[in-house]
């Protein structure tokens, strides 16, 4: 499974199933519900996946993080359909193997954030194909199973 720089992201196992598993990190879903100057590329993002028949991949902690706002807020009817929203999507748990996939990533690479190692573990879990956030820095790490890491604005749609 290779990326090819300006070249388009067609690994080995998208190619023999035809279904592209994508990660979203939590940023991602901020944009889209609280408003953003990045929203347009996310919504931009979300058509090529349903053209695509791409699968979104996120983790459990994506949705503790997207929580605290509207709990924050009292706003109860908020929580209940940020949780209902992903109910359409692959959700990783933090489980054993996500645990020992942080562990190896926090002992490669020590200045991983905790929260980042977690949701790239999940991503290896998961295998995924792509996962995209807004932290360019993460796209230096090399994560088993995880075909490409790319922050939002390197991504271009029509590329991948």
């Known amino acids: 499974m ?20 994508v990660f979203w ?30 699968e979104l991949v996120t983790s459990t902690l994506t949705i503790g993080e997207l929580l605290v706002h509207p709990l924050r807020q009292n706003r109860e009817d908020l929580a209940d359909r940020y949780l209902a929203s992903f109910s359409q ?9 996500a645990a020992y996939a942080f562990a190896q990533l926090r002992a ?20 995924v194909d792509l996962f995209i956030t807004n932290d360019r820095r993460l796209a230096r790490y090399s994560v088993p199973r995880v075909s490409a890491i790319r922050a939002l604005g390197d991504v271009e749609i029509g590329r991948i």
């Open 108 to 127: 490669q690479y020590g200045r991983l954030a905790p929260p980042d190692a977690i949701q790239l573990g999940c991503a290896s879990v998961a295998a």
């Open 2 to 21: 290779a990326w090819h720089q300006g070249g388009s992201l067609r690994p080995r196992i998208a190619q023999e199933l035809e279904i592209m598993r």
């Open 25 to 54: 990190d939590t940023n991602l879903f901020v944009y889209l519900w609280e408003g953003s100057v990045r929203t347009r590329q996310v919504e931009a993002l979300i058509n090529w996946q349903h053209q695509h028949e791409a």
């Open 89 to 97: 999507l692959q959700v990783v748990a933090f489980d054993e193997s």
